[in-house]
């Protein structure tokens, strides 16, 4: 209860600033390990990874309900790493009243849709904070490509703040119609939605000689350990690759890896082979990580996982 509860107020800075959304609890990195528990408003999604975690259901679930302004408490305990430890999947509320189906996650000015009982992970990449931050510095009159789009978070701010245009692509349709609800909750146009493979669809957007000034790409976990590392990387590859060269003079990517099995190091080396192979002189101005919600603690660096680059091409 006291790691669950001390967890959850180190939040409380960065819930009072403008968002009412944060990972309360980040497993090893608060010390519960196998305990993942995020907030929108007044919800929370909980995750047990571990039988460890998962025989503390109950205590977990008291301690969540227990904070202030908290009216419901669901799990979503479906992550396939449970099977490895003998566990079914679990998934339904475990206090309160059942989840709000228009449950949506208020940052600055923008709302998200959360799917909490069918989204991915617990319903929203909180992690992508600072990336949806950097995003609308960036996108104000550029063309736009949100590459693994999921809900469309980036493409809704890319839209708010003015983007000359946005193509959002993802393979999962209940995505996108995810995403043309934040179109909705929004009020605003939130561009192309196309359902398709993006490693197809990259192919036929440089087959056209398609340019943007900005694109996110941000796949989903293509190495689970280190020995899928040499064909991930090799997927990695061929993505940025496809990127770089859709990228108009003077744009720029923001491209991430979020297996923690591949290094920043690799990750930078693989990006750097991709912009070598298309021809094209590309720098780093910048980075993107974990945002303060999903800390990495100095005894246990493995917490880190997201690794982005903001590159700009010549
Ligand atoms: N940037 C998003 C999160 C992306 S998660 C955000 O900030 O919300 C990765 C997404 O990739 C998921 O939505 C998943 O549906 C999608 N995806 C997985 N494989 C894909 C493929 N081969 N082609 C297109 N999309 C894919």
Same mark, same amino acid.
């Given at each position: ?46 995750? !047990? ?49 059942? %989840? ?44 736009? @490509? ?31 119609? *995810? ?5 909705? *909750? ?6 192309? !939605? ?22 996110? !790409? ?34 720029? @990517? ?36 974990? %945002?303060?919600?999903?800390? *990495?603690? !100095? ?16």
């Amino acid at each position: 209860t006291d790691r669950v509860v001390h967890a959850a107020a180190r939040r409380d800075a960065l819930l009072a600033s403008g968002t009412d959304s944060a990972r309360l609890v980040f497993s090893e990195a608060d010390g519960v390990p196998g305990v993942t528990a995020d907030r929108y408003g007044d919800t929370i999604v909980v995750q !047990l990874t571990t039988a460890g975690a998962d025989a503390w259901r109950e205590v977990v679930a008291d301690a969540l309900f227990s904070l202030p302004g908290v009216r419901c408490v669901y799990e979503r305990s479906d992550a396939d790493v449970r099977e490895r430890e003998g566990l079914e999947p679990r998934v339904g509320l475990l206090r309160g009243t059942e %989840p709000d189906p228009d449950l949506v996650a208020h940052e600055g000015s923008w709302r998200y849709v959360v799917d909490v009982a069918g989204g991915h992970k617990t319903g929203f990449y909180l992690d992508q904070r600072d990336a949806r931050a950097a995003i609308a510095r960036l996108a104000p009159g550029r063309r736009v @490509l949100n590459v693994f789009s999921y809900t469309g978070a980036f493409s809704v701010v890319a839209a708010g703040v003015g983007a000359a245009s946005v193509l959002s692509i993802d393979s999962s349709a209940p995505a996108l119609d *995810v995403a043309r609800r934040n179109g909705e *909750v929004n009020e605003l146009d939130v561009g192309e !939605l196309m359902e398709a493979d993006a490693f197809t669809a990259l192919r036929g957007l440089r087959d056209r000689a398609r340019q943007y000034d900005l694109i996110a !790409l941000d796949p989903p976990k293509l190495a689970n350990n280190e020995r899928q590392l040499e064909k991930a990387s090799r997927a990695y590859k061929d993505l940025n690759l496809l990127a770089v060269k859709l990228l108009a003079p003077g744009g720029m @990517l923001l491209t991430w890896s979020c297996s923690g099995a591949m290094s920043a190091e690799l990750f930078q080396k693989v990006v750097a082979g991709a912009a070598l192979d298309a021809n094209r002189t590309v720098r780093i101005v910048g980075r993107l990580g974990q %945002p303060s919600d999903h800390p *990495v603690p !100095l005894a246990f660096p493995e917490a880190e996982y997201l690794k982005g680059l903001i590159l700009e091409a010549e």
